[in-house]
């Protein structure tokens, strides 16, 4: 226990979830190893599935292996909790040099038990328990999700696979590609833990026979495999978009892939893929796919039919007049969100750009709740001054939904229409999160030159 109280009010903080009052008190000197009943703070947050606290706790200098009066340690107790983002704190980035051998043998073992047996039978076998088990689905960070099961008054997360893939990486286990693909897919959703944890193991390993036994899956019968594939390439093409070399083989891989796919959900994704990789085949396999019958690959044409992607101080041309004619049928397309995804990438004038804002304006009225809510991002960032695209925003203020609101109000603001004091109000209070959004910030800029004008 912490001297002067600072133990029993560390526990407090960690048990109330409360991370800076944590890190407060180890500034205070609050020992990080603190005691109760033969249960450290870490191994309270590590139950929790706290891993802000968790987090705090070690960067604080708890310690992940100190043995408990039970045997176990809380890294031990992370990996039977089947949290990745848990274990991935309390891991570091030494445990193969600082654990023993024979510990981490004990740990694979483990992750592997609980994988193989799943995470409803595991408990099972723990408890005695015959009852049926609660499972829900809950969020591991931002974007990640693990199911939670409860059963004979215990809790774990069957996020065992990511955990096994996460405990071999940094033991330098070097697991078969077909391996890892195998834990990814088995739960067929590239947002579950086991997926996404396979994906960013893979791109870390970067030789040439990894990346060649991954892109193999292309040809694996099951469509989910070749998702994979997918999200993996398209990973890669974010953490290794300097290496010219390998971005070249890629976008060759993908543009003849793409003449090959006959799955139309995959095939999106391909030439989702392949957008974010310079390559000249790109409008080849844009025009190709222009009039597909699904319209989720026509949603993905547009961004491929332009030499220069857009940005703040460029503006995108089509490849050719082909091109042009094939993003004009795009505009028209019965499917709103074809059409809002020809708007977003239509240039800043010109025939095409007229096109586009007539098209978003009329999305704005679309009972497509997420091709209207896409126009209004569309929208609010485009350069067009027109009195009707300023109309059009003050509309989407009466929108419940209030981002969309704070959208058109920051849409106003770049166009110092009067009327931008009007929507922020409309926009009601935000909560915590907008402190630094610069759509918030807008309104105090827009006043500055309302004022500037006025003097």
């Not at 036994?213 to 292309?218: E, I, L, S, W």
């Not at 222009?290 to 030499?307: I, Y």
């Not at 909560?431 to 003097?455: S, T």
Request: hydrophobic content about 40%; proline content about 5%.
């Amino acid at each position: 226990m912490g001297g002067d109280g600072l133990g029993v009010r560390l526990m407090a903080a960690v048990r109330a979830g409360d991370a800076d009052a944590v890190r407060a008190l180890l500034d205070a000197g609050a020992d990080p190893d603190t005691e109760v009943d033969g249960l450290s703070g870490l191994c309270v947050a590590v139950a929790a599935y706290d891993e802000a606290v968790t987090e705090a706790l070690v960067y604080g200098g708890a310690d992940p292996d100190r043995v408990l009066p039970d045997g176990t340690t809380p890294l031990w107790r992370a990996v039977d909790g089947g949290s990745p983002v848990v274990l991935v704190d309390l891991l570091g980035t030494d445990a193969r040099e600082r654990l023993p051998q024979t510990a981490r043998e004990r740990l694979l073992a483990l992750a592997r038990d609980w994988y193989g047996t799943g995470a409803v039978e595991g408990l099972r076998r723990r408890t005695g328990a015959r009852g049926p088990a609660v499972t829900a689905r809950v969020r591991e960070d931002a974007y990640d999700w693990v199911e939670e099961v409860s059963l004979g008054g215990r809790v774990v997360r069957a996020g065992h696979g990511a955990v096994l893939t996460w405990l071999e990486w940094a033991f330098h286990v070097l697991t078969p590609v077909d391996e890892l693909v195998a834990r990814a897919v088995r739960q067929r959703d590239e947002d579950h833990v086991d997926w996404t944890t396979a994906r960013w193991i893979l791109v870390q390993r970067r030789s040439d026979e990894t990346w060649s036994a991954v892109v193999a899956h292309r040809h694996h019968p099951d469509p989910s495999h070749r998702r994979f594939v997918t999200d993996y390439l398209r990973m890669r093409s974010l953490v290794h978009s300097g290496h010219h070399g390998r971005r070249k083989r890629e976008g060759e891989l993908l543009v003849a892939w793409a003449t090959e796919e006959t799955d139309a959900e995959t095939l999106a994704e391909i030439l989702g893929v392949l957008a974010e990789y310079e390559h000249p085949g790109q409008e080849t396999v844009g025009l190709r796919h222009a009039a597909h019958p699904d319209p989720r690959v026509r949603r993905q044409v547009p961004s491929l039919l332009f030499s220069d992607p857009l940005s703040d101080d460029a503006e995108g041309s089509p490849r050719s007049p082909a091109a042009k004619d094939a993003l004009l049928a795009l505009l028209r397309d019965p499917d709103a969100e074809v059409r809002l995804s020809a708007s977003s990438v239509a240039p800043g004038g010109g025939e095409l750009r007229a096109e586009a804002t007539a098209a978003l304006l009329r999305l704005v009225e679309s009972p497509v709740v997420s091709a209207r809510h896409g126009a209004v991002v569309t929208l609010a960032a485009s350069r067009d001054q027109a009195p009707a695209v300023a109309d059009a925003l003050f509309t989407l203020l009466a929108e419940d939904d209030q981002l969309v609101r704070l959208e058109a109000a920051w849409g106003l603001a770049r166009r110092d229409d009067p009327r931008t004091e009007e929507a922020y109000e409309r926009v009601g209070p935000l909560g915590p999160g907008f402190e630094h959004d610069h759509r918030v910030h807008a309104l105090g800029e827009w006043r500055r030159r309302r004022d500037e004008a006025v003097g």
